[in-house]
């Protein structure tokens, strides 16, 4: 499957960006976001299964919203509001998520788009 992710950039804080994620050449499998800040390890952001269901990492409940195309059904979104400068990082769109409890994987990985919040 290939993912390709849009929507990155930069904005103040307390601005609000959309990242925008296609996979293409395989059906719908639990999709998400994770993320990279520099010189920290790849964290979970946010996941949603096909039944809808969706989980958050708690450092941005309530300010971030996962959703999916439902006509497209391959197709992910990510509204980030209320962004903090601690939420600058490579965002990456994600295929194939495993994991729950604050304990996800995925099997494939899009190329990433930069985010970068100023204080």
């Known amino acids: 499957v290939q993912l390709v992710e849009s929507g990155g950039g930069s904005v103040q804080a307390g601005g609000s960006l959309r990242l925008s994620c296609a996979a293409s050449?395989?059906?719908?499998?639990?999709m998400g976001w994770f993320r990279q800040a520099p010189g920290k390890e790849r964290e979970f952001i946010a996941a949603i299964g096909f039944s809808g269901n969706i989980d958050y990492a708690d450092s941005v409940k309530g300010r971030f919203t996962i959703s999916r195309d439902m006509a497209k059904n391959t197709a992910v979104y990510l509204q980030m509001n209320n962004l903090k400068p601690e939420d600058t990082a490579i965002y990456y769109c994600?295929?194939?998520?495993?994991?729950?409890?604050?304990?996800?994987?995925?099997?494939?990985w899009g190329q990433g788009t930069q985010v970068t919040v100023s204080s």
């Open positions: 050449g395989r059906t719908f499998s639990r």
């Open positions: 994600t295929w194939g998520i495993t994991g729950n409890g604050g304990v996800y994987s995925a099997s494939n």
